[in-house]
């Protein structure tokens, strides 16, 4: 039988611990994984969820295991911080009440709480109950960037999982051994996709994330000779192109509710919709952020040649264009072009027009390829 822990890659030390803690019986009530962005926590958390939703502890090929997959499982939650400043008290007491509902599909509930950092005092005193006794067969796995950023109230009451950073050569080496893609293509899947293995995984074998990727970067290199309509019709075109792949999230979700519709109660349809929704908006901002990366690599990579680093270039594909902007750049256009991306997945974050966003975001960053002419 595959293992279904074999997908936390790079983490040798969590693998072994959470397959020994299935083997022996010895899950906990709750954990706190732990590390920086990129270290695979997401991808152990959902690991963590098959083994224990499935009745054959993460057999990777039965309804469950695939629904999970597709992060459309009822008994498994996702919820990430919807508040401007971090986690609203109503998504906290939303997630105690939903506690006290008998699992829909399986024999098991589990709650992967992203960004746990982002978890404030009154907040985590609606939860601090419920994290810890949280009634049988329901595990609790938060995520965060630092134990001490973590509540200390919080952190008391969790199994900690210290997740490992992963240096950027050897990711790109397990990625390429892992499909087969040549290390240059690796170390730019792994920028694209803000240093996640896992995810890098999936865009390195999509024919449609690669064409995107290049798309994205003709865009800006066209950006030196566009007006200020073209500026917003590129920026329409891409915040379209970002979204096509939510068509098929939309997809797998309408074909799953309307397998269900006719065993679960309306309760039930309405909790499954409700996930839905917050599971599309997930990958919304997922793939929005995925094109503020490629930009972002793609400034890094004019910082580096500005630097007198040209062997740090990642996106090599398209060296030629990043020297020749490189030679006339403005240093401050583009350290201002960066500090814009970063404030554009904020924004986004947060619910801003992801229009007005990308708009912003390619005006600054045309300033910065104007310099050269």
């Given amino acids: 039988m595959p293992d279904v822990f074999e997908s936390i890659l ?6 072994a611990f959470l397959r020994s803690t299935v083997a022996h019986n010895k899950v906990s009530h709750a954990y706190l994984f732990t590390g920086p962005s990129g270290s695979n926590k997401t991808s152990a958390a959902y690991a963590f969820a098959k083994a224990l939703i499935c009745e054959q502890s993460g057999c990777q090929s039965c309804a469950a295991c695939r629904s999970i997959d597709r992060k459309t499982h009822p008994d498994v939650h996702y919820i990430a911080p919807e508040g401007s400043r971090g986690y609203l008290v109503s998504q906290i007491r939303d997630i105690v009440a939903d506690t006290a509902l008998a699992p829909i599909q399986a ?5 992967i709480l992203d960004r746990v950092d982002l978890l404030g005092i009154e907040a985590a005193n609606a939860f601090l ?55 240059e293509l690796a170390r730019v899947a792994i920028e694209a996709c803000g240093g996640s293995l896992t995810k890098a995984i ?12 290049q798309r994205v970067l003709t865009v800006l290199r066209s950006l030196e000779v566009a007006d200020d309509l073209d500026v ?4 329409k075109e891409l915040i379209d192109l970002a979204k096509a792949p939510l068509d098929l999230v939309m997809s797998a979700q ?37 094109m503020t990366a490629i930009m972002r690599s793609w400034l890094r990579d004019i910082l580096m040649v500005a630097s007198n680093t040209p062997e740090l270039i990642i996106n090599v594909d398209v060296r030629d ?53």
């Fill in 129 to 183: 109950k419920t994290l810890e006794e949280p009634g049988e067969n329901i595990t609790f796995i938060l995520l965060g960037r630092t134990r001490q950023a973590v509540l200390p109230t919080i952190v008391s009451r969790c199994q900690v999982v210290p997740f490992r950073h992963i240096p950027s050569k050897e990711a790109a080496g397990i990625l390429s051994q892992n499909t087969g893609v040549s290390q």
């Fill in 254 to 290: 309408e074909e799953e509710l309307n397998e269900s519709r006719e065993f679960l109660s309306k309760a039930a349809l309405r909790q499954i919709e409700e996930r839905n929704k917050r599971a599309l908006s997930a990958a919304s901002l997922a793939s929005l952020r995925q």
């Fill in 232 to 235: 917003l019709h590129y920026a």
């Fill in 107 to 111: 024999n098991h509930k589990v709650y």
């Fill in 202 to 213: 999936g865009f390195a074998k999509s024919n449609e994330r690669l064409a995107f990727r």
């Fill in 321 to 373: 264009d990043i020297m020749r902007v490189a030679q006339g750049t403005n240093i401050d256009a583009l350290l201002e072009a960066m500090r814009q991306a970063e404030k554009t997945d904020e924004a986004i974050a947060y619910n801003v027009s992801p229009e007005t966003c990308i708009d912003v975001l390619l005006f600054t960053i045309r300033k910065v390829v104007r310099c050269i002419r």
């Fill in 10 to 15: 790079g983490q040798p030390d969590v693998r």
